[in-house]
């Protein structure tokens, strides 16, 4: 009688073993500076809407403790407020502060900082309950945080972003300098110096 193969006992046996294996390794821990260094370059980074990126890619890390999570919230929830404008965004940071530590010592800066965003919000819907040009409705819709849906109609119209516009939108990385020199930024309405050698990202995505 020939004997019996035994190698497909002994390989089941295996995979359940890697299986097993693989079912309880461990999560991959986060990679990256140090949450405070990363905080603490935010803060100094003159441009916001870079900070505010920076913070977004921290709060993704898993590993945070509650503490770092707090600081990440409240500063990202400041810069929304004010110069990285997404109001809408603020509120939902500091909420979420709140949410996790109400007793902590940031927790009365964010209740301050979250009643005055709440009213900026309602300001700027009651007055985009309007008739509004296309800059004006650019202006509520991206202080709101609606900054791709507010960049795509100002692509799709042709028209040119007035200059004030035109920096916010270098700074937050939707427009770009041209790779050609015959590219305009717009197909409609004069040309201005300001947006000679400029021409909408290929990127829109932050």
Not at 14 to 39: H, K, N, R, W, Y
Not at 109 to 121: C, K, P, S
Not at 126 to 141: I, Y
Request: with cysteine.
């Amino acid at each position: 009688m020939p004997r019996m193969r035994r190698f497909p006992f002994y390989t089941s046996i295996s995979a359940a073993l890697l299986l097993a294996a693989c079912a309880t390794a461990p999560e991959a821990a986060d990679t990256g500076p140090p949450p405070e260094t990363v905080i603490a370059q935010a803060l100094a980074d003159s441009n916001p809407y870079d900070a505010e990126a920076m913070l977004s890619e921290l709060l993704a890390r898993n590993s945070l403790t509650a503490e770092q999570r707090v600081q990440a919230l409240y500063h990202r929830g400041s810069l929304r407020r004010q110069a990285a404008d997404n109001r809408l965004g603020a509120i939902e940071d500091f909420e979420a502060l709140l949410k996790i530590a109400p007793d902590h010592a940031l927790a009365a800066n964010a209740r301050t900082e979250l009643d005055y965003v709440r009213t900026d919000v309602e300001q700027i819907k009651v007055s985009m309950n309007r008739f509004l040009t296309l800059a004006q409705w650019f202006d509520g819709t991206w202080t709101l945080g609606g900054h791709e849906e507010a960049v795509a109609r100002y692509r799709s119209s042709g028209l040119p972003p007035t200059p004030e516009q035109v920096e916010t939108l270098v700074a937050a990385g939707y427009i770009c300098e041209a790779g050609e020199s015959d590219v305009r930024l717009h197909e409609f309405g004069e040309d201005r110096d300001d947006l000679t050698g400029l021409e909408w990202c290929a990127d829109l995505t932050r």
